[in-house]
């Protein structure tokens, strides 16, 4: 079955800690996303990337880090930078360039300890 | 630049009664416009999207939406609320900028169906 893994489904942070949450896809999709999700503020972008080797920072980019090695492969490491890092993370995949529909990861709660 | 704008952050109607969320958009052209579904701590799905064909875009369990451009609207409807469609719902629109393109979310509405 074609789709988006997330994985762990929960992650706890320690203070000055760096985490990283994974994103694999099997869509063969060219552009993949993050977002993350706070109570009554819908999804705000975190990075994007559009092709393999590059990506671009979204609205919310400070103390979150990410890479695309690998077409399938979309890893997100929250940075001890990140002060404010309690929310639920998704990440997503489309092709690439058109208003094509995004499929989205079950999501990754991300919690400080 | 293109924003999107869910009226109503929570809608409550009864099991079988028809469903109204409501959101407006803007943009300087033609948008392309999504509905997502998101059932608790669960991803988004697709119900249905517009992209300039048909204004009456059908989407999956029974849900539509409408492009009024006149009123800058895309509300989704729903004849026949059933419990299971008890979830939150975003409205996406899709922009374009200088080569790069986003996704611009919109708030949430969250739909409670009564027994």
């Known amino acids: 079955d074609g789709g988006i893994t997330q994985s762990p489904k929960y992650l706890f942070r320690k203070e000055g800690q760096n985490v990283t949450l994974s994103c694999e896809q099997n869509?063969?999709?060219?552009?993949m996303y993050w977002y993350r999700q706070d109570p009554g503020q819908g999804l705000r972008l975190i990075y994007y990337?559009?092709?393999?080797?590059?990506?671009q920072k979204g609205d919310i980019a400070e103390g979150y880090s990410v890479s695309r090695e690998k077409k399938e492969s979309f890893p997100l490491t929250v940075t001890s930078a990140q002060k404010n890092p309690t929310a639920f993370y998704l990440c997503?995949?489309?092709?690439?360039?058109?208003?094509?529909?995004?499929?989205f990861g079950p999501g990754t709660r991300l919690l400080v300890l | 630049a293109q924003s999107v704008t869910q009226l109503d952050s929570h809608v409550s109607v009864s099991e079988g009664t028809p469903v109204l969320l409501r959101c407006n958009y803007s943009?300087?052209?033609?948008?392309?416009l999504f509905w997502y579904v998101q059932h608790p701590n669960k991803g988004l799905q697709l119900l249905l999207k517009?992209?300039?064909?048909?204004?009456l875009v059908k989407g999956i369990n029974g849900f539509e939406a409408e492009f009024k451009k006149s009123e800058t609207s895309f509300h989704l409807t729903k004849p026949s609320a059933h419990m299971s469609d008890a979830a939150e719902y975003f409205c996406v629109v899709f922009r374009t900028t200088s080569g790069t393109y986003k996704y611009i979310f919109g708030t949430g509405t969250r739909l409670k169906v009564l027994a």
């Open positions: 990337s559009q092709i393999v080797n590059d990506f």
């Open positions: 869509l063969n999709h060219d552009a």
């Open positions: 943009s300087s052209y033609s948008p392309s």
């Open positions: 997503a995949s489309s092709i690439s360039g058109y208003p094509e529909t995004q499929y």
């Open positions: 517009y992209t300039s064909a048909a204004t």
